[in-house]
């Protein structure tokens, strides 16, 4: 390895340190740790609770006499330490991060396993679960629940060392009256009593706490390949599974070429209710995913791809702390455009990536270009990991790779490093400095050390706002849409009658969906400049909407832009179907910007929205949206 490279290390090294102890838990999992656990639970949709209980196969590190684990809202009812009742007390809450559960355990020596059984029940201000009414879901007969754990939401679960650093294997066992889905590979049901059916799960291959899931309701399955089924409420089994069957193991196949064979067995996903704060959730062998994919042209497969690429970035190879978050999001997004390169070419990964460097854009003047969460790796202390989530990681990190892929001279010579990288980190937890000696280790040997000490590692890693590079993307598939944009603004002082004459539907016609949505965006991006008045869209946003169909669209990322146009431009007409259309979506990268156009546009209109679907929206989001609405 060259000098350079050694100093540059040992620098990013001790920088690094300060960052590999989680903040955001409150166990103590640097003594102990857990490497295996036991659920039995018992689905109550009548309290709306989950109880049972969680035996906990743990291992010393260290001489300990105590254990302590985080919990969050939950009531524990009793503990066993080795088979024997042991004291316990839970501490003060502290915020986010919740309250302690300190357990006796009497002395463990180093490097001993002890057995931790823990009876509890979780409560009404449980922020992991959202417990839905027979008239919130589709079918409107029966009750519905699911959970969401990612980042720090396991903990009101289950008591847990509730980090990304600590991964365990678990079985369980689910008494439910309605069909249960885990992350985790189904073992069918053995038992029947009082109107409960008993499902069994397993998970052989260790997982973090945060992808714990569950969720239970009138469940429909059926294959969309050979190793994979989707499960949701019956009358949406036929669209899913048109939506999704095309796709699916060729995705798979193709990044088991780009990676290595898929090591879960099965891979399956279940869309959600409409609530569902995220547009998927990568949890393991069940991803969790949001109704708004099934938009009835596949053009939403992406989130698929995306939540498939976490197989391996994220579940198998994880971020340690929620600080070094982009190892997981910004890899998966870079994994999901090589994966969609793959099938469309290589210009749809690099339209894909002007997407991203747009919503990066857009993310850091949110932000603030100063602000720490615009840094790639942020230092979060205790608070809350939701507050700090953005497309930061996601778009910052996947650039930060690509720049290394075009350093290193390109995906020919970069593309062998990912098999590398992955197999290094199997079933292990990294830091942002693993992931930078790993790097040099692969390619300093083969002559590109000094390549890669060209790259401002300092600037790209701990520096807030935009990246020191602005990538040069290839704008083949983009240009439609510029052009196409800068025809409406030509047009922007036109009659309305004109612009009728001078656009028709066949502008847009054989386009993507991405396509469509950059012209929004464009449109958009060009009404906020200090410069330009909103001439386009504030002028002539109902033609628009009419002529290219997009009041219409089915589809929720061109809906949800051609909305902010039509609040960007108070065209107050739109305003009732915009309020009506946010009682119907509860992902939170609609609901939340929606909310803030609108706060601008029209802040008692907004409050008023917010309060009329409240208890609709999951627990995370509303909690989100209030804080936007400084509520
Ligand atoms: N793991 C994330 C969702 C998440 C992140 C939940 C942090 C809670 C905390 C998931 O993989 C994701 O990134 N979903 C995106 C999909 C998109 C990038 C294709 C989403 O929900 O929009
Ligand atoms: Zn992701």
Redesign the pocket.
């Known amino acids: 390895m060259s000098k350079v490279a050694t100093a540059a290390r040992q620098t990013l090294g001790r920088m690094a340190a300060a960052t590999t102890v989680d903040s955001t838990t409150l166990s103590n999992y640097g003594q102990i740790f857990t490497r295996h656990l036991d659920l039995s639970w018992t689905v109550d949709f009548a309290k709306k609770r989950i109880h049972g209980e969680s035996t906990l196969l743990m291992q010393s590190r260290t001489r300990v006499s105590e254990i302590v684990l985080d919990t969050s809202y939950l009531d524990v009812s009793k503990v066993m330490v080795n088979g024997a009742k042991a004291e316990f007390t839970l501490g003060e809450r502290q915020g986010p991060l919740g309250t302690p559960l300190t357990i006796k355990c009497g002395q463990i020596a180093e490097d001993t396993s002890v057995q931790v059984a823990i009876a509890y029940s979780t409560t009404e201000q449980c922020t992991a679960l959202q417990w839905l009414t027979p008239e919130q879901t589709k079918g409107r007969k029966h009750p519905y629940m699911f959970s ?1 754990c ?2 720090i939401h396991a903990r009101s679960l289950m008591p847990c060392q509730d980090t990304p650093s600590v991964k365990s294997t678990f079985r369980a066992q689910v008494w439910s009256p309605l069909p249960v889905v885990m992350g985790a590979v189904p073992e069918g049901a053995d038992a029947y009593e009082r109107g409960a059916v008993r499902y069994k799960f397993v998970q052989n291959v260790p997982i973090p706490s945060y992808l714990t899931a569950i969720a239970s309701g009138d469940l429909a399955s059926c294959s969309i390949g050979p190793r994979s089924t989707v499960y949701t409420e019956p009358d949406m089994l036929l669209d899913c599974k048109w939506e999704f069957e095309r796709d699916m193991e060729r995705f798979i196949e193709v990044a088991e070429g780009l990676v290595f064979p898929y090591t879960w067995t099965l891979y399956n996903f279940v869309v959600l209710p409409p609530s569902f704060p ?5 949890n393991p062998n069940m991803t969790f995913a ?1 109704p708004t994919l099934v938009a009835g042209d596949r053009s939403n497969v ?2 698929i791809a ?2 498939l690429a ?1 197989s391996w970035s ?1 579940n198998l190879v994880t971020n340690a702390t929620w600080e070094h ?1 982009w190892l ?2 910004g890899w ?2 870079f994994l ?1 455009r090589k994966i969609l390169g793959r099938i469309h070419g290589e210009p749809q990964r690099q339209f894909d990536a002007i997407m991203g460097w747009n919503d990066l854009r857009e993310s850091v003047d949110l932000f603030g270009k100063d602000h720490e969460y615009t840094k790639l790796v942020y230092k979060l202390g205790t608070n809350d ?2 507050d700090a ?1 953005s497309t930061i990681p ?1 778009e910052k990190g996947f650039n930060l790779l690509y720049h290394i892929e075009q350093t290193v001279g390109g995906p020919e010579a970069f593309e062998p490093f990912m098999p590398h990288y992955f197999e290094k980190f199997r079933n292990r937890s990294l830091v942002t400095d693993d992931f930078i000696s790993t790097l040099y280790d692969f390619f300093t040997p083969r002559g590109l050390g000094d390549k890669l000490d060209s790259i401002d590692w300092n600037t790209w890693l701990y520096a807030p706002g935009m990246p020191p590079v602005e990538p040069n993307f290839d704008t083949t598939l983009a240009d439609v849409a510029y052009d196409l944009a800068s025809r409406w603004r030509r047009a922007a002082s036109a009659p309305a009658s004109e612009v009728r004459k001078l656009f028709s539907r066949s502008d847009v016609d054989k386009w993507t969906a991405g396509q469509q949505e950059l012209f929004l965006d464009t449109l958009r991006s060009e009404g906020q400049g200090d410069a330009a008045p909103a001439a386009t869209a504030a002028a002539h946003v109902k033609e628009l909407g009419d002529i290219y169909g997009f009041a219409e669209s089915r589809n929720a990322e061109i809906l949800s832009r051609y909305y902010a146009l039509c609040l960007d431009a108070r065209a107050t007409e739109f305003y009732t179907a915009i309020a009506d259309w946010l009682g119907t979506v509860g ?1 939170m ?1 609609f609901v939340r910007p929606t909310f803030r156009s609108l706060n601008q546009a029209d802040p008692e209109l907004a409050v008023r929205t917010f309060r009329r679907f409240e208890s609709n929206y999951h627990p995370i989001c509303a909690a989100m949206v209030r804080k936007d609405l400084g509520l």
């Open positions: 969401q990612q980042a995220y547009g998927g959730m990568e949001t992406d989130v995306h939540e976490h994220g978050f997981n999001e998966t997004v999901e990991p939701d989530f996601y992902r990268k």
